[in-house]
Structures are given as C-alpha cells and as structure tokens.
C-alpha cells in the first residue's frame, strides 16, 4: 500500500512538473508578444528629499498587464526574460519610456526631477549598452545627469575588472550610478572603492530592522557611503520613525510605502503637481 501510495505521488509530482514547465512556456510566448502589443507598462515610486519633503526624483519599475493574468510584478518575468534573452529588447524599452516621461515631466515645469531605472546582468555585460543608453539620452532629449543606473553587488563583483570599466564609460558620460539593495548580495569591500558610484540604496530589510530595534546596519552603510564620498538613499521606508532615524543619521533620501507606493504616470504626475511630503520633526 505504501509503494501504491509512493507511484501516486510520484506520478502527482511529474504532472505538477509538467503542468509548472507548460505554464513557463505559455508565459515564455505570451512575453514575447508583450511588447509589441504594447503590454508593458512603467509605475514610478517617488524619491524624496528627506530633509525638505520634496520629490526630487522616482524609479522607474516596470509592470506586464497580462491579458489574462492581470497585472504581474516584476519579480514573476524579469528572471524569464533574462534566462530567455527578452530582457534586451525589454531592458531598452525601459530605458527609453522612463526617460521620455521623465523628459516630459521636466517639460512641466520640474525641471531637476530625475529618473533611476534598474539593470539586470546582461543588459550590465551588453558591451554596447553605453552607446544605446545614449542613443536613448539622445532621442528623448533627456540630460545625462538626470538619469541614473540601479546596479547590484552581485553584479558587480562577478568581474570587477570588466564592471568597472563598464561603469566608467556610463559615468564619463555623466550618467549616474547606484548599486541597489546594498548590504544583500556579495559585496567585496575591497573592491568598492574602485566603482565610479554616485549613491548606495540601503536595502529596505535594514530599513525594516531600525524598527525593530536594530539600526546597526543602516546606520553602518550611511557611514561606509559618506567615507566613500557618495551619497546614500534608504528603500521601503514604512514609517515615520524610520524616515526620522535614517534622517538623524545623516541619510538624506528616501523611498518607501510612507511616502507612496510605485504608481502610474499619470498619478506620479498628480504627486508632482500637489505634494510636498511632511518633512521629519
Ligand atoms: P528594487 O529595484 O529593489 O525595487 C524596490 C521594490 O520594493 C519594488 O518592487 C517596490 O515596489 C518595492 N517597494 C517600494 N517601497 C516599498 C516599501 O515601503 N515596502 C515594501 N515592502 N516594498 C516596497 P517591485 O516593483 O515588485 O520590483 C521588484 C524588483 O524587480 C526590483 O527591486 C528590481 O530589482 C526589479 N525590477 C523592477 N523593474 C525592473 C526593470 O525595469 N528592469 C529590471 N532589470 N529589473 C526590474
Ligand atoms: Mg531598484
Ligand atoms: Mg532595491
Ligand atoms: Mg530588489
């Protein structure tokens, strides 16, 4: 009975595999219509000025308005379009959209708004993505300054050499860089101080520990950013005595749910035009 009972598992088992592999594939089709049919869309999270309360920018995070499934976050097909090659043509349609809009909105009158936009690892080791992220900048009309280039670690450390040299050519052009979600992935401190970096993001699970009484990373990476002489923004600040410790401490930016969640262009656009947020006491 027990061996009747093992066969049935196994054989629920390799359906479940199956049924897993034939949704990946029917996933893996529908991404690649989705772009030409104009299925991806970019929500926009607010950065602030802790210090002042004003939007001095946002991140750009991408969004896939299935036709069937609803809208899916970026965690459930960004990893298939970078084992699939999709990311490429994904990855430039990014860039290009958020720096258009963020063009526009400069337009209307805010003119130092800037845009950060995330890099998965092969538009990273792409060796022409300097020419099209210019080519882009060009396009659009957006000044390099105004763009910036969320890395990570990881990322970084896998070739420091070919990293680093990569970076420079971006920051030469004047665009910004930032490694995002610091403090998560492998990291070499050694090998910091080589990369052309403008900012560090302090991931939000530090963010979420000041809460819980223990600030000690946060307020070690604010500490290791201004050694560095680069500026430091903290994610998914969720409350007020969040923004007002990172604040106390000398982390001048900020994102997170307190603030806003990412929301649509044309709801960025109204946060732009009515709100400054409440400063911290
Ligand atoms: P990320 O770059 O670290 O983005 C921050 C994530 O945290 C976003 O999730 C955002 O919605 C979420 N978040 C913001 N504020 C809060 C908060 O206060 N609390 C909590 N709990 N979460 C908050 P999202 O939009 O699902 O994006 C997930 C990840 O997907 C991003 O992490 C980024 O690594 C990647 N991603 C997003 N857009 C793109 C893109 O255009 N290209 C590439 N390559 N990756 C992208
Ligand atoms: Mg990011
Ligand atoms: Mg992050
Ligand atoms: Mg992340």
């Known amino acids: 009975q027990a061996k009747e009972r093992g066969r049935n598992n196994f054989q629920f088992f390799t359906s479940d595999m199956n049924l897993r592999l034939q949704q990946r594939l029917e996933l893996e ?9 104009n299925q991806l869309l970019l929500h926009y999270q607010p950065q602030i000025d802790l210090r002042s309360g004003a939007i001095v920018g946002s991140e750009a995070l991408v969004r896939w308005q299935h036709p069937q499934r609803g809208l899916l976050g970026p965690d459930l097909f960004i990893p298939l379009a970078e084992q699939t090659g999709l990311i490429s043509d994904i990855g430039r349609w990014v860039l290009h959209e ?12 805010f003119a130092d708004l800037a845009v950060a936009v995330n890099l998965s690892a092969r ?11 210019l080519a882009v900048l060009r396009d659009t009309g957006l000044a390099a300054a105004a763009l910036e280039l969320e890395l990570t670690e990881s990322l970084l450390m896998s070739d420091v050499q070919t990293a680093v040299e990569q970076m420079q050519r971006l ?18 401190l050694n090998h910091l101080h080589r990369f052309p970096l403008d900012r560090l993001k302090v991931d939000r699970s530090f963010v979420q520990s000041i809460a819980q009484q223990d600030s000690t990373i ?7 950013a201004h050694e560095l002489g680069l500026e430091v923004i903290a994610e998914g600040i969720e409350t007020a005595p969040q923004r007002d410790f990172l604040l106390q401490h ?3 930016f900020g994102q997170g749910y307190l603030f806003s969640p990412p929301v649509s262009a044309a709801d960025f656009g109204a946060l732009l035009r009515q709100a400054v947020f409440s400063p911290a006491e």
């Open 29 to 37: 089709n529908d991404l690649r219509k989705a772009l030409q049919q």
């Open 98 to 109: 958020a720096c258009l809009q963020n063009r526009l909105w400069q337009q209307q009158g």
């Open 123 to 133: 538009q990273f080791q792409n060796l022409q993505l300097v020419e099209e992220v």
């Open 171 to 188: 920051s030469q052009a004047g665009i910004r860089l930032a490694i995002d979600d610091f403090g998560t992935g492998y990291s070499s």
């Open 218 to 224: 946060a307020r070690s990476i604010i500490v290791l």
């Open 250 to 252: 000398r982390c001048h």
